[in-house]
Each structure stands twice: as C-alpha cells, then as structure tokens.
C-alpha cells in the first residue's frame, strides 16, 4: 500500500479507508501470515465460544469480537501462535422454537404428528440461514477468525466427542438418572436448568392468588391446620403438611367459626386480620374474644393426620400420605408457618417427600394440562385452574383468606412461557459430589473483573444444584443411553465405534446421529429383551460446555493438538455466562481432567440502549451496528466498547454521540498528526535513529510514549483491556495539542535543519509505536498509519508489540510538562481576563513558588521556561519565591502594559496569521512561495510594515514583499488593526 498524497483534508473517510485495508489484508493474507509467522512451540490458546446463527450479530456479539480479537491480536504481536477457529452452536430450543414458528407447530403433539424426522431436517437446514450475514458484519468489525473451518456442534464428529464425554463422566459415576424435582417448560415440554433460567434473567412479575387454606386434623373436633398458598392448582397434589420443630405455634379458638385453628405464633396477627382487629386479648371484628387455647412446638405436631382436600389420584399402599411432618427450611417469615407440601411440583417438597416416605401424586401431564383423572378439571391448563380450585374450596367453607400477590417468578427463556416445578425422570451432573474439586479447580482462574473469582462465580459453585442435562426434545444430541425393554438394563456408549459393536458390527442403513435415524439403532440384552435408545437429548449448554475436545473430535482425532492447547490461555464472554458456558465447560473440565478449561477469564457487562433501556428492535431505541461501522468506522465502534466500563461487567448505556465524539477526539487528531508528518517529510525518508533526540519536547514525549507503553503492556498482560485503553486518549491529546502544537515551527523552519530533522525523527518514531500499540484496538486505522509512515513489515499485525525501554521514562520531566502545561493555563486565564489576544506580545511573566529549593531548580530550567515564554507569548519569565502568605505551591503574575515596541510584535504576528490564512485558502503547500503585496492608509501602520517586511518575507515563504498595495484595488484581503484597516494580497 503506497503513501497517499498529502491532502489538506481533515476530516477522511474512515469507513473508506477501512474497506481498502480489509482488501488488503485479503489480497496479503495477512491473518493467514500473523499465524504462520509464529512459532508452533509457541502457543497462545482461545477458547471460541459458539454463537446461534438464528439472527443478526447484534452489539453484544460485537462486543465479544472486539474482545476475542483485540486479545489474540495483543499476543501474536507478543511472538506467540494464536489460531482462532469460528464456531456454532446449532442445537437445541432457539432453533426449535424458531421452526415451530415457521412450520406453525404449536406443540410437542404437533412436532410428533408432523414427523420428527421433517421437523429436524427444517431444524438442520435452518441453523447456518444467516452465516453469510454473520460473516459480512464480523469481516466488517475487523476481527480475524477462521470461519471457513468452523466447528459445528451437530457435526457427528463434534457429537461424537460429547458421547465420550458423557460416557467418561457417567464411569466416574458424576452423572445420574433420577425422578426428581426441576424447572420445567409445559409449552416446550421439557425440563430446564436453574443455570439456563438465572443466566437469562428469565424471570417477570405475575398476579397470582394467595389463599389460606383449611385442613381438618383427624381425632380433633373441629380443629383445623392452616396452610397458604400462591398455587392453588397444586392442592390436588397436596400430601403433607411442613412445620418447623423448633417454631412456636398456636391453637386459637375463633368463636363465630367455632373452630379452632392452627398457625405460628409470629404469624398469628397476619393470618388473623380479617377476624382480630386487635391484640388477642383484645376484640375481633365481631365483638367477641378470640382466644389462645394452647401453645406447642411444631415437634409436638410431628405425625398428626389430617383430611385430604382431593383424593383423585390412588395412593402408594406402602407410603403414608397427609400427615405432618418437621423440615428445617420452614419459617414463620411469611404465610402460616405450616408449610403446604405437594412434592410433585416442588423442591423443597420433593425432598421433604424423600426424608419421610411421602407419595408424591404428579397430577399434571407434559404440556401442562390436568391429567383425565382429575375430575372437572381434567385437561385444563394448570393456571385455568385456580380459580375453580379457590371457588370450590370457599363452597366447602375450607378458604380462610383470599388475596392477590404480585411475585417475580420464571419464564422459558426462549418461549417465554411461565416455567413450573415439575417432578420428572431425568438426567443429572452429581455437583454436589464434584464440588471439592469444582472449587479447588477454580482457583488457578484469573478473572477480569477480579471479584467474580470468588463472589459471582465462586459462590455460584458454592451454592450450584445438581445440573439437569437431558432434554426431552428432537433437535440436539442425542444422549447416548439404550435401556432394555425388558429387564431395564442400562448401557451407555461413548463411541460410534462402540455403538456398532453393540448392534452387531453394523449400523442400520440411513442412520445418523440425530433423531430419529439414532432411534432405530437397537440391539440385543443379554437377558434377550431388545436394548432401546432412551428418548432423551442433551442439553445444549452440555454440548458447548464440551467444545474444548469436542471440536477437534478429541479423542478419537488430534490427541497432541488438544494435550497441548487445554486448558486454554483465554476465554471471554458476557457476565451470565458466569452460570453458563463459563460454568458448563468448568463442571466437564474438572470432571473428565480434573482442570479448569481456561487460565484467564474475561466477563464483560450488559450493553443497553442510550435511555437505559434493553435494546429492542420493536422500539427502534439503537442503530444497527453495521450501519455505525459505515458511518464512524469499525475502530470507532471497537474502541469505544474496548475502552468502556462494559469491560469490567458493568452496564453501559449505548451513545452514538460517544462513539463519534470518540473517533473525533483520536483517530482524528492522530489523522491531523500524521498529515502533518506527510506534508513536512514530503518525499524524503525520514530515518529512525539514535541517539535519540535530546530536545526538551522530544525528551518528555518519548517518557510520556514509553511510560503509555509500559502500562498497555501491563494491562493487557492482565486482560484488563479498558484499563490498557485508558492512557491512549490522554497520550494523543499530549501528542497533538501540546508536543505538535510546540513542534511545529521546528519543523518548518530552515535555519536549524539538524532540530527539525530530529522533530521529524521524534514525530515518526512515536506515530509508529502508537500504530502498534493501537493495532489489538483499531487496526484499520493502525494499519493505515503503520503503511503511511514506512514500517518495517508488511503489515502492524505482523510486527512485534513494542518492548518498554524503562530508561526513557523521566517521571520529573513528565511532572514538570504538567506544571509548565498548567503556567500556560494559568497565563492565558489572566490573558482573557484582561482582553489580551496571545498574538499579543507582553513584556514579562512572573512565578512565585512556595518552595525554595523548585525556585533555584525551575529557574535554571531555561528549557522549560521557553516552552512558557513561547506559548504565552511574553518576553521574559522570571522564578521567584513566593511570600510567605501564598497558599498554593505557585501563582504567576503577568504585566499586561504595552510599550509601542510590543504592539508592533503583536501586529507581526496578526499580519502573519492573515498571510498563512490566505495561503490555505489557495490551496498552497508549505513548499509553494509566494509574491505578497501589503499596504495600508496609516502611516504609523505602513512604516511598521516596510520595518517588518523582510521577517514576513521568511515567515511566510515569499520570493517577493511590496508595500505599495493600492487600498482601493480589487481582490483584496483586508483585514483590521486597532480600527485601520491592512490590504493583502498574494500571488
């Protein structure tokens, strides 16, 4: 790519200019050769976790590519080989969902009764839709990964590899089968996991019932246990009441009921409030005393029976139902304190069911419907229910209170269905066994932010259930487990290879690993009965969890390559991944090799729109990422998210206005730096060399590059990429408005050409370095610069990430620029202050400082104070100390008395800007000379213009100055001194 012409344009076409360098890397293959360049013993590992392809890559995807590309592009400038290989997650309730959509199935019945085996070839045709799209946004964004080569987790090899997996984990005896309590889907007709529901903040507020129900202790008269509710539809499946050994409970007498009801003490003033308007020994409602007939533990309960509400469903001869029984986890925080127990569709019940021998009647079938059993309200949506249930309970006087509540309460993450509690046959990853080592092993992570190593992610492991990881659904792998029709025998296959040699040696024809073609492998059981597949498939987040291995079909293919690159140097995604792929690849890693998957974890936060709210397409509340990237540029956008607090799992709230006010502020003071560069080196080579420049600028401007360069380094180093960004901003800032600003005379001017061929060594030199420190962030622009200034390679991202000289670094330069920096400030607010336009040259400015000992070493810095003298535009500058009563550590005095000999110093400089302003206008380059007529109708003026004329003659590059302009000639320029007015001219 050659040098572009020197053009006075200040405001390029980003976008533009990235297009070219994205043909230029194609046409190089420059990705290609940062890998092959670096040595294979050499290995940088990272993990790709697998996106859906079931829609455009929105601004979170983006924000994970800038990540997944600023860190491997940071470490093969570091020497090292980073591949990068694409992935998809192809499998599971995101796909199904969106065929049942498309196909217009509203059920699992209806899946059936379409044909699975058309359903997962819709499913299997669909999943790759928007790669092409995909590929354009990410090719666009900059970030270079092999998508060519990308694994597929419906790949049979990729299944394959989670077949073994599963295999090596059900030996170990880490997973199992069992009929217990989880999250369940009654539209998609599946279990969930509590991950897949907290990861996805799967969770909304609903109005449901609260209702305070009767039970009629059995061998009491008339005395009742009260239970409370916000599920009456679960009654049905009451079959035991909880309460709390330890708690303190009440027998109250209510008089107008003539009844005696059983409740917590602490509790006995809320359930009571519609018949006490008082204290118990005060009166109810009615007039009449409420009294507390008896006080005993909830030990003291264990074992009463009482009177079913429903008795649809046939008991267990051998398990004994509707009797109380004690479980520690009951309270008298809210309800009554007596706990209503259907184990079928709870946790905690479940376990209760466990611990005493309690039946569990699962009244419910799989889309959520009451079963035929169940009188009026069989196959009736459970929620459809409610109402009926609390009626009937009030039409037999067994509803105490009635109520509303509006609780937060799960959702199907994907249908947005309400989730219940389900009992259910399924498969299980033991946590609570691997919990030791789960812990242990997470302590070799490194996490960005460092508090998620023992807060989000530690104490999930902590507290983490068992992992539910079957799925009763079509579109996914299926789990490799066949059961004997017969003697249920159980075989679990953990290889194609194995798989055949159970069926004989040979396969069905037209088989494959999906279903249904795998339902049709059946084989002989020693007991002769018939060994059948079990319905179930994995969980997706099993199957990505298993990418380490399983996308290099580990271990049937490519053992060296994986033993070499697990576990993994990196891996970065969003912060819910801390209960999703993050925490499923860490469960499998510790469980079939006792590792974490990855030494280095990144976790980034939530991207909302700019009003704070979710980004949403239906609102229209965020610009399409790709059109930001046509219009501010792919560096833009990737720095802006690279810098922001989103990189340390914080919110941001999305600007536009940010992100161009962030291409402004840097890419385009670095494009205005490097014009400069351009125009001034024209076409001569400036060579790098050393010594290095010992000018005072030049000095602190390769402290300020190298101190800037030490601490990316460290950073990034430590994956902290928004706090390796931080310095960037301030270094350009200093490198335009303050070194350049400084510089820029020495370069122009011809009578010390050694100084500005050293200005013009020191700008290359620091443009180049920043074009690599730039190049992991935005390498569009990085590359543009590195081409622009001649760099040694091919391309930046070939190139090696600059090495931190330490010895440049003059921490007391860098604080003495800041002081001298703040003097101008401090300067020219007394400018302003007293209507003192900087071109107007002052006879002196004073520094009074605090300390004695900076006076006698300030004052002696005559390098220093010249950048003051200039920059304010003053003839002397004097250090002194200050008085005693002066607080701060200086103060400056400035004399703003002008003599005739500083105005005609302030009309030089005024008459020269005008001269420069007309040049531009022309069009002219620095080299290009000029003719220049001036004149004036003031005498004063015109004699101190034939005083000045052969100062402006070189100020300004004129081969010819007369002073004879006629005032009155057109195609004048005339600009005001004082009131007079000055004709120019220039040819």
Known sequence: MPNPKPTSSNAPSFPQMEEEILEFWDKKEIFQRSIDERPENKLFVFYDGPPFATGLPHHGHLLQSALKDAVPRYWTMQGHRVERVWGWDCHGMPVENMIEKQLKLGSKRDILEYGIDKFNEACRSSVLMYDQEWRKYIRRFGRWVDMDHAYKTMDDSYIESVWWAFAEMYKKGLVYKDFRVSYYCPRCATPLSNSEVTMG???????????????????????????????????????????????????????????????????????????????????????QPVHVERRLTGKEMVGWRYEPLYSFLPLPKDLEAFRVVDMPYVSAEDGTGLVHTAPAFGEDDFNASKAHKIPVLLTVDDEGRMLPEMGVYAGLPVKQTDSLIVQDLKDRD????????????????????????????????????????????????????????????????????????SRTRYWGAPMPVWLCDQCEAKKVIGSIDELKTAAGGKLPKGWDMHRPGIDAVEFKCECGGTMKRTVFTFDCWFESGSMPYASVHYPFEQREKFDSHFPSDFIGEAQDQTRGWFYNMHVLATGLFNKPAAKNIVATGMILAEDGKKMSKSQKNFTDPYELMDKYGADALRFYLLSSPVMQAEAINFSDDECAQLQRSVFGLLWNVRQFYLTYAGDERVEISKPRSMHVLDRWMFSRLEAVTKEMTEKMDGYELAGALRPVRPLVDDLSTWWLRRSRERMKQQQDKDDALDALRTLREVLLQISKLLAPFAPFFAERLYQDLDGGKMSVHLDRWPKCDERVIDERLEQDMVWVRGVVTAGLEQRVQAKMPVRQALAALQILIKDANEVDRLANRHDLLSLVKDELNVEQVSVELAEDKQVEPWSIMLDVNLTPELKKKGFYRELVRHVMQLRKQSGLTPDDTITLAVGSEDQDLTQWLNELGPAVQAEVRAHEVRMDLDMQSEGIEVFKWEDKPIGLKIG
């Open 201 to 287: 903040h799967s969770y909304r507020d609903e109005k449901d019932p609260a209702i305070t129900v009767k039970l009629k202790v059995v061998g009491e008269e008339n005395t009742y246990l009260l239970i409370w509710t916000t599920t009456p539809w679960t009654l049905p499946a009451n079959t035991a009441v909880a309460v709390n050994p330890d708690l303190t409970y009440v027998k109250v007498r209510v008089p107008e009921k003539n009844e005696f009801w059983i409740m917590a003490e602490d509790r006995q003033n809320e359930v009571l409030r519609d018949y006490i308007e008082k204290d118990l020994s005060g009166q109810n409602a009615y007039g």
């Open 398 to 469: 067994l509803l105490v209170s009635e109520s509303q509540i509006v609780h937060s309460v799960a959702e199907c993450y994907r249908c947005n269905s309400l989730l219940m509690y389900k009992a259910q046959t399924a498969w299980f990853v033991d946590i609570d066994k691997m919990r030791p080592k789960l812990l242990e092993a997470a302590k070799k992570i490194s996490w960005v932010p460092e508090s998620f190593k023992v807060g989000r992610f530690g104490k999930g492991l902590q507290t983490a259930p068992d992992w539910c990881i």
